[in-house]
T-cell receptor, first 110, second 118 residues
Framework: EDKVVQSPLSLVVHEGDTVTLNCSYE??????LLWYKQEKKAPTFLFML????IEKKSGRLSSILDKKELFSILNITATQTGDSAIYLC??????????FGTGTRLKVLA | GAVVSQHPSRVICKSGTSVKIECRSL??????MFWYRQFPKQSLMLMAT?????????EQGVEKDKFLINHASLTLSTLTVTSAHPEDSSFYIC??????????????FGPGTRLLVL
């Protein structure tokens, strides 16, 4: 059975800390891995990763994929209270099939 | 680009009534739309996948007669919760993908609809 596992489930840090969120997967057909940020409403798209070893960056956020070890990490440097959210990882395996992880709930304290 | 809207954002209805939720892709053609349900502090649960002009594919355990999905055009999909009951109260989120190659694998989410059935 295809599955996506995120860790930790929840995390509390202070402003300025750096956090690393993990996403591991076991899917029969991997096409891409996506990261989303969900605050009070629906998820917003962060990154899509398809190739190993190529880091994607957007401001203080970065992500990288390891297709050999079947995982991805999402890094957030110099965290701010506005980074508090649930971070979702999903794997697209083709033919409209997406498998979502349970998410990591991040809380950044001032 | 890649904006998806949902309407209404919030709805309260009486038990036994039907509620329709609209999902629109505003600046791209969505060949595929997804409907999710999310319970508090839980991840997204996929309910169904719909492609324009064809019947929706429902996930196991989701009643197709209760949750009617219509994907009538490349920019609009609707979810109708028929004869709603309090246990149907939840946060319903749609997403869309399609159009140019860069959009095809990425889902873009609508803002969600919070349904409360009294």
């Amino acid at each position: 059975e295809d599955k996506v596992v995120q860790s930790p489930l929840s995390l509390v840090v202070h402003e300025g800390d750096t956090v690393t969120l993990n996403c591991s997967y076991e899917v029969t057909n991997f096409r891409s891995l996506l990261w989303y940020k969900q605050e009070k409403k629906a998820p917003t798209f962060l990154f899509m990763l398809t190739s190993s070893g190529i880091e994607k960056k957007s401001g203080r956020l970065s992500s990288i994929l390891d297709k050999k070890e079947l995982f991805s990490i999402l890094n957030i440097t110099a965290t701010q209270t506005g980074d508090s959210a649930i971070y979702l990882c999903a794997v697209y395996s083709g033919t409209y099939k997406y498998i979502f992880g349970t998410g990591t709930r991040l809380k950044v304290l001032a | 680009g890649a904006v998806v809207s949902q309407h209404p954002s919030r709805v309260i209805c009486k038990s036994g009534t039907s509620v329709k939720i609209e999902c629109r892709s505003l600046d791209f053609q969505a060949t595929t739309m997804f409907w999710y349900r999310q319970f508090p502090k839980q991840s997204l649960m996929l309910m169904a996948t719909s492609n324009e002009g064809s019947k929706a594919t429902y996930e196991q355990g989701v009643e197709k007669d209760k949750f009617l999905i219509n994907h009538a055009s490349l920019t609009l999909s609707t979810l109708t919760v028929t004869s709603a009951h309090p246990e149907d109260s939840s946060f319903y989120i749609c997403s869309a993908s399609g159009g140019s190659p860069s959009f095809q694998e990425t889902q873009y989410f609508g803002p969600g609809t919070r349904l409360l059935v009294l």
